[in-house]
């Protein structure tokens, strides 16, 4: 593993009055940063009560580590998660988004949390199985992948991106700010991804999980959110009428009214 990463880009909101409500800690997934929370879900979760804080891991957004991006593992990440949940006033909800969602997996399986949202997560096989699948159907969109640099994007690239992120429904001053927030993306990390990722269920008792898929996800498939799903012990709830990027998809209030009804029951 690397060294510790001392400077992580945090984004956080606080609730206005006190509340015993649990903080949520935000993992964002491959080639973005925390700022993909912070249009709808920071502000939200706010508004109900959780103290709600997204990282940008090393190597993204404004987090230092972009030297070494392309030795950065998928254990660096979780390194980075663990800090930044150990300097919260309490113990928060893990929320992780597709490759954030197996940093998340990653922690579950080595050491208790207090709870556990995987969102769009890959499947227990890995991102093998996905780069399979699209190396067959949309070869154009792995190559521009293996390519990918995001200082060098062109309208071309992004309109053969944009399908399998978002849905035609998202606004285009949105989709405009997303491009400012692409992210290149560690090769070692990539690798970890391709490789089974799940390395055992904890011997403990386990956390409570909660697990959600897109309905139009074209690279976490339902298939694949379900396959994770029945991993952890737990059904997948699927929910239609949005694509991968769910906290942003104009439909991503569901998916806030279900991590706020999981992280805090009634």
């Known amino acids: 593993m690397l ?35 912070e249009p709808h879900f920071l502000p939200w979760f706010a508004a109900h009560g959780h103290a709600a804080h997204a990282l940008s891991l090393r ?29 919260l006033p309490e ?11 197996a940093i998340v997996e990653r922690i579950m399986a080595t050491r208790p949390v207090r709870g556990a949202v995987l969102l769009a997560p890959l ?21 521009h992948m293996a390519r990918f640099d995001p200082v060098r994007l062109s309208a071309e690239i992004l309109s053969v991106l944009e399908p399998f992120y978002f849905s035609p429904r998202v606004e285009r001053t949105l989709l405009r700010e997303a ?26 008792k386990p956390p409570s999980v909660l697990v959600l898929g897109a309905e139009g996800d074209r690279i976490c498939r339902p298939d694949d959110v379900r396959a994770t799903a029945r991993h952890h ?9 949005l694509a991968h990027m769910m906290m942003l998809e104009p439909g ?7 991590i706020a009804g999981f992280a805090a029951p009634a």
């Open 3 to 37: 060294p510790s990463e001392p400077h992580l880009e945090v984004r956080s909101r606080q609730p206005k009055s006190a509340s015993r409500k649990p903080p949520l800690l935000f993992v964002h997934g491959g080639y973005c940063d925390a700022w993909c929370w």
């Open 59 to 87: 190597g993204h957004g404004e987090s230092g580590g972009a030297d070494l991006l392309w030795a950065t593992g998928l254990d660096d990440y979780v390194a980075d998660v663990e800090r930044v949940a150990a300097q």
């Open 91 to 101: 113990p928060p909800v893990l929320v992780g988004h597709s490759m954030g969602a």
């Open 123 to 143: 499947p227990p096989a890995g991102l093998m199985m996905i780069a399979a699948r699209l190396a067959v159907e949309r070869p154009d969109y792995l190559l």
């Open 179 to 204: 491009a400012r927030h692409l992210n290149g993306e560690s090769p070692r990390a990539l690798l970890d991804l391709s490789l089974r990722l799940h390395w055992g269920l904890p011997e403990r």
């Open 233 to 241: 012990g737990t059904t997948a709830t699927v929910l239609p009428g």
């Open 252 to 258: 991503w209030e569901t998916v806030a009214r279900a």
